[in-house]
């Protein structure tokens, strides 16, 4: 009997001679099977999840969120606008066109101003930014909680508590960005140490992190009321957060860190799809939820870490950032990519706009950022009660 012929009368009896075809192919030689495969009606040599792509480079094979991926370009596009806005305008404002032939092939009259003045604060900007959204995305994502981020579990106050007992104690000002890295760091080991008895839990983790933050806050109160004013007013300034002054030297410091991270960051793109799950389930398929909460929690701690000690504390960013980024995409947890994208156009808008608002008077970024994440903060707040 002919497949035609059954395929007349029966479409499933077609499907079976098909099969039957397509495993006697392969009996006699592998690559006529694969060659049935490849010329059949629709086969799908890997089968992918709903909404996600594969990407494949060699033996190595990447799976990438679609939706998650258009929002990363979406993001990518506002973060250029955002730069080339903030490279535009000030005092003399340069015009967009006249900013790209600057920073592609200069010889204009405005590189003085484009890429000695503007650019270096700029790339700061971006650079933290990255860094503080990315830190959010990881620390969120371990306490699987959106309120939670460096500037709320204590990271942010102990880089400040170290930046001002520095300033109070009239440091030079190439001392400050290291003991403001220093102290969150050590702050980021007492969250750690105290919320990791008997397994780093989230609700604990969380909760240390509150407690931590509030002592850090307490102790910088009391060194700035005994503090001389001026030392006290300079060391109120950088707790704020701010890019005004700075350039190349901070950038490189926290673009070094960042660099330094991608492989940290490699493997925490692969360890946050556990993150989600409970311990017993995650153990079952071969993971250490425990180590895993603490590596991703430790490379969130190191980026926010560093970029508090650079441009200060300019908070809410890793709070906003992930949020943003999630909810655009759609995902269970914050993209990393997106994260990153949604912090480095926050500060670098924050940044214009305190200049450009009040011009001359320049407002510091963290004015800004605190004036989007409190009623952002809020709104998380009441959302939570409701559901």
């Known amino acids: 009997m002919s497949a035609r012929s059954a395929a007349k009368r029966s479409p499933a009896a077609a499907n079976e001679g098909v099969a039957v075809s397509a495993r006697s192919a392969a009996k006699r030689s592998p690559a006529a099977a694969n060659d049935g495969l490849a010329v059949g009606a629709d086969p799908e040599p890997i089968a992918t999840l709903p909404g996600h792509l594969v990407g494949r480079a060699g033996p190595v094979s990447v799976l990438v969120h ?27 404002t340069v015009a967009p066109g006249a900013v790209v032939r600057v920073l592609v092939t200069g010889g204009t009259e405005y590189d003085l101003i484009v890429r000695e003045l503007r650019l ?15 830190a959010g995305a990881l620390v969120q994502s371990v306490s699987r909680n959106p309120l939670a981020s460096p500037d709320v579990i204590g990271i942010t106050q102990g880089a400040g508590l170290a930046a001002t007992v520095a300033l109070a104690g009239g440091a030079a000002a190439a001392l400050v960005a290291p003991s403001a890295l ?3 760091l050590l702050a980021a080991a007492a969250v750690f140490a105290l919320g990791s008895r008997h397994g780093l839990a989230a609700q604990r983790f969380v909760l240390a992190g509150v407690g931590v933050s509030f002592a850090l806050r307490a102790l910088i109160e009391i060194v700035l009321v005994s503090a001389d004013a001026i030392d006290a007013q300079r060391a109120q300034i950088w707790l704020i957060g701010s890019l005004n002054g700075r350039g190349w030297t901070e950038s490189a410091g926290v673009g070094v860190v960042l660099v330094a991270a991608l492989p940290a960051l490699a493997w925490a793109a692969r360890a946050l799809r556990t993150t989600a799950l409970d311990d017993d389930t995650a ?8 180590a895993r909460r603490l590596g991703l929690g430790a490379v969130g701690a190191v980026l926010a870490a560093a970029a508090t000690a650079q441009v ?15 909810r655009l995409a759609g995902t269970e947890r914050p993209p990393l990519v997106g994260a990153a994208l949604a912090g480095a156009a926050l500060v670098v808008l924050a940044d214009l706009a305190g200049r450009r608002l009040l011009a001359p008077v320049q407002l510091p970024a963290g004015v800004l950022t605190a004036a989007i994440g409190g009623p952002y903060l809020v709104y ?3 959302k939570g009660r409701r559901s």
């Open 66 to 92: 679609r939706r998650a991926l258009l929002v990363a370009a979406a993001l990518g596009a506002v973060l250029a606008a955002a730069v080339v806005a903030s490279l535009s305008f000030g005092e003399v």
């Open 120 to 134: 270096p604060r700029t790339l700061l900007a971006v650079v933290a930014g990255t860094a503080f959204g990315l």
């Open 182 to 184: 220093a102290g969150g």
């Open 283 to 290: 153990r079952g398929l071969g993971a250490r939820p425990a």
């Open 312 to 326: 200060g504390a300019v908070d809410f960013v890793a709070l906003v950032a992930p949020q943003v980024a999630r």
């Open 380 to 382: 998380l707040l009441v």
